[in-house]
């Protein structure tokens, strides 16, 4: 019987292989038309929404030649990021050729072109690359003072292009105009925001529009408005791997803390736990410099200038003050007895901080703070020393290099450099594009500072605006204003050539860069 089934089943496995056999050559394969799409931007299309029109002319390339003529078209924008948390998708286009009128959502897009062949019923797709932006996405901010009030101008950039808009806020009527100090931006996971100070009071600007409306007063985040409200200084603390992102307050007054999960400030934390008396503090917050991409917990350390002494903010959610952190291998007392000059976050050695102080001869003492993380310090021994240069006693104006260890100051109109680790010193004469000397004895000298990138070298422009001194100056009288980037070499001797110059501001007060991902 088993010898019956084994013969029965080799039967049926040639039967089955000679049927196969048998019928190899008996379908008829036909060539279908393959299409390939040619003629689409190869590089990255840039648009303005609500002003440009999307224009692409493909062309269709076949296997065969007649192709079958019957044809489907539909251009799609699919969105790289779904901000919105709504629709990601948007049909843009029935027609062969592309004649679309921006308006999508700002952000970036991958374009598709779908060809159904309806013949054969196959869909042959290409695509490139769209970003959405409107003027104000990207650039250069300016804050002006013109008459004692706030003016904003916009150096905008798209691609290569640059584009100066004027008097961004004259349509608003900001109820804090007079005085203009500072234009900040915060880029966190949650949403970035940009903040005005002035002289009374604060508020924030729509990221993309930088419209402004009376819900944006700075005011409307406390949870108590004080009677006296003039903020200082911010910065919101949202690195990468951090497990308490903050934000950090200062005002004229008052120190505000923010923490994770909590929507407005609370009770202010200028104090110090067991002392009954509050203090104020100078209008810098010393912390780490590495952004979004920054390390865990970085330290925010602040100067308290009643008692002329450095604190350490406490930042988790059950924290409520300040305390004078104890050193190991301590260079300097933390209480010094000195008058807060100027302060600065750096990029050196991973991230470290300069701070300078007067003592009561009226000189100028430099303190050195890093390894700016895990809620700690060190202070660094080589950066601690009175600072023996010329006039600089007299100078009201600083800025640090990012990545290069040299203190910039101001005095009578000229630029001096200060090598920090070498203790030489320079003037800075700029050379244009000639060769020749920048004579800057018409101007006054307003600011000087370089640009701190959050998002670091993985931003738009990397880091290499962040090698370049930025120079606010005023020759007077309607729009005299001056902004000057320029080149500052490692080397210091190297030659200081000017790299960009823009005119037509107001009185130049502050500059930050609107960056982008």
């Known amino acids: 019987m088993m010898r019956k089934n084994v013969y029965l089943i080799v039967w049926l496995m040639t039967v089955i292989l000679y049927s196969c056999y048998d019928d190899k050559g008996n379908y008829s394969y036909e060539d279908i038309d393959e299409i390939s799409i040619a003629g689409m931007p190869d590089t990255l299309v840039?648009?303005?929404?609500?002003?440009?029109?999307?224009?692409?002319?493909?062309?269709?390339?076949?296997?065969?030649?007649?192709?079958?003529?019957?044809?489907?078209?539909?251009?799609?924008?699919?969105?790289?990021?779904?901000?919105?948390?709504?629709?990601?998708?948007?049909?843009?286009?029935?027609?062969?050729?592309?004649?679309?009128?921006?308006?999508?959502?700002?952000?970036?897009?991958?374009?598709?072109?779908?060809?159904?062949?309806?013949?054969?019923?196959?869909?042959?797709?290409?695509?490139?690359?769209?970003?959405?932006?409107?003027?104000?996405?990207?650039?250069?901010?300016?804050?002006?003072?013109?008459?004692?009030?706030?003016?904003?101008?916009?150096?905008?950039?798209?691609?290569?292009?640059?584009?100066?808009?004027?008097?961004?806020?004259?349509?608003?009527?900001?109820?804090?105009?007079?005085?203009?100090?500072?234009?900040?931006?915060?880029?966190?996971?949650?949403?970035?925001?940009?903040?005005?100070?002035?002289?009374?009071?604060?508020?924030?600007?729509?990221?993309?529009?930088?419209?402004?409306?009376?819900?944006?007063d700075l005011k409307y985040d406390m949870g108590k408005i004080p009677g006296v409200f003039v903020p200082t200084a911010m910065i919101c603390l949202d690195p990468m791997y951090g497990t308490y992102p903050c934000s950090v307050l200062l005002t004229t007054t008052e120190v505000y803390c923010k923490t994770s999960g909590r929507i407005i400030y609370e009770l202010p934390r200028n104090n110090v736990a067991g002392e009954e008396k509050t203090f104020k503090v100078a209008p810098f917050i010393i912390t780490s410099a590495d952004g979004v991409w920054g390390y865990y917990e970085p330290p925010v350390i602040l100067y308290d200038t009643d008692n002329r002494r450095f604190v350490q903010l406490g930042l988790a959610w059950n924290e409520t003050s300040c305390c004078i952190p104890p050193v190991a291998n301590e260079v300097f007392p933390m209480v010094t007895g000195k008058e807060f000059v100027y302060a600065a976050n750096t990029r050196h050695d991973g991230n470290s901080s300069y701070v300078i102080l007067r003592d009561d001869t009226g000189k100028l003492w430099l303190h050195g703070f890093g390894n700016l993380w895990y809620n700690s310090f060190s202070q660094l021994s080589n950066y601690y020393y009175r600072i023996d240069a010329p006039d600089i006693e007299r100078a009201e104006l600083f800025a640090v290099h990012m990545h290069y260890r040299y203190l910039f100051y101001v005095v009578d109109n000229m630029i001096y450099l200060y090598d920090m680790a070498y203790k030489e010193w320079r003037k800075l004469d700029i050379l244009d594009g000639d060769g020749e000397k920048i004579d800057l004895s018409g101007e006054e000298i307003t600011f000087i500072k370089f640009n701190w990138f959050q998002y670091g070298e993985y931003g738009r422009l990397g880091l290499d605006m962040e090698y370049r001194l930025i120079i606010g100056s005023d020759k007077g009288g309607e729009n005299g204003g001056m902004i000057r980037i320029v080149d500052i070499p490692e080397r210091m001797n190297g030659k200081v050539t000017l790299y960009k110059e823009y005119s037509g501001f107001a009185k130049p007060v502050d500059i930050v860069y609107r960056e982008r991902y």
């Open 46 to 216: 840039t648009v303005f929404k609500n002003t440009d029109t999307l224009k692409v002319v493909p062309e269709l390339k076949h296997t065969l030649a007649a192709g079958s003529g019957k044809y489907e078209y539909t251009w799609v924008a699919v969105a790289k990021e779904n901000k919105t948390g709504n629709e990601f998708e948007y049909e843009i286009g029935k027609e062969k050729n592309l004649n679309y009128f921006i308006d999508l959502p700002l952000g970036k897009y991958a374009v598709y072109l779908n060809v159904l062949d309806q013949e054969t019923e196959v869909t042959w797709r290409q695509h490139f690359d769209m970003e959405v932006i409107i003027q104000t996405t990207e650039g250069w901010l300016v804050l002006c003072d013109e008459k004692g009030e706030v003016r904003l101008d916009m150096i905008s950039k798209y691609g290569n292009q640059e584009l100066m808009i004027r008097n961004l806020l004259d349509d608003y009527a900001l109820p804090n105009k007079k005085g203009p100090k500072s234009i900040v931006l915060n880029i966190t996971g949650s949403g970035d925001k940009i903040i005005l100070m002035t002289e009374t009071g604060a508020c924030y600007l729509d990221p993309e529009s930088l419209a402004w409306e009376e819900a944006f």
